[in-house]
């Protein structure tokens, strides 16, 4: 039987942490829902799962539908835009069953990217390999403001963008993306032929079909500060999110600014992969405003190990205060009082 091969490559950074990342999961599996009704797509399509964060992996290989489990996504640092492509086309080239003299091969993949940033790794090969690619179609989705519209252009023209990256942008995304995936099943039982068009994506003043006329979004640089944080009283995982504010403070000695950031979320984690750096800013604890609490036991701020990573704490009200911690990733007891300190990274 000829399969119909969809693969979804889904960036999986930290800027996605919260609803952007609970609104992938969930628009993957109300698509689920919606095509096992389909007789076209339960003949034919089978689906692929990669995603790119540290690193890119494929966490499910190319699976007939009626077999398909939705998967949990993994946070991780960066943005392996590249490293993603580069195993799109291994995948491909290894799941995919190409045609010959004498045997019909699978039909042409069709390919969803969801992505909300940058690329933080050499991704322009691999991005120029796609473009002259026409054995599969990709379709490129950038998820708010932040997305690099240009880059996306360099890996396919077939481009879409949400200004929003929420709930309701994504649950649209998915819902064109399931009734896409029902028609090129019909259309690959008929015609032979896998090919869906944006035409039938519902434009409005959040998404648009991106093309040569579209201007590159105005991309705040650095604009947020992600700490990874463990709980110290249950040891449990959570990122803590600081977005720009629009505010700055003079810097050292009155000279310069320096941006402020103020929290913009707490996020408990199951897991996290933390693996090499993904880059992104680091600043200075006192430019860091009103954190939100940890998830996990409300504690209001959070401290900085000798070991070199942070994890939450009572607020010191004094200057002069000291509290003694044990830190839960090295387990360390030792004493903390107020001071700044640099802090952030990651990336995406």
Known sequence: MRKLPIYFVLDTSESMVGEPINAVEQGLAAMLAVLRKDPYALESAYLSVITFGTTAKQIVPLTELSQFQTPKLILGSGTSLGAALDLLDKRIAAEVTKSTAQVKGDYKPLVF?????????????????????????LVAIGCGPDTNLN???????????????????????????????????????????????????????????????????????????????????????????????????????????????????????DDFEQLGSGGGVSVSSDLLDVPNPCPYCSNETWALCSCGKTHCAPKIKNANDIITLTCPWCNQTATYGLSSFSVGGGGG
């Open 113 to 137: 990217l969801m992505t909300d940033g940058e690329p933080t790794d050499r991704w322009e090969t691999a991005a120029n390999r796609f473009m002259k690619n026409r054995s599969l179609q």
């Open 151 to 269: 880059t996306l252009r360099r890996i396919t023209e077939f481009v879409v963008t949400g200004t929003e990256a929420n709930q309701e942008t994504l649950s649209t995304f998915f819902k064109w993306i399931s009734a896409s995936v029902a028609t090129a099943s019909q259309s690959v039982d008929q015609t032979g032929e896998s090919k869906i068009s944006l035409e039938k994506i519902p434009q409005n003043d959040n998404i648009k079909i991106v093309d040569e006329t579209t201007p590159q979004q105005q991309i705040e640089p650095n604009r947020f500060v992600f700490l990874h944080n463990k709980c110290v009283k249950t040891k449990k995982f959570y990122i803590q999110k600081f977005m720009k504010s629009g505010q700055q403070a003079a810097g050292f000695l009155g000279l310069g600014k320096k941006d402020l950031y103020q929290g913009a979320g707490a996020f408990p984690l």
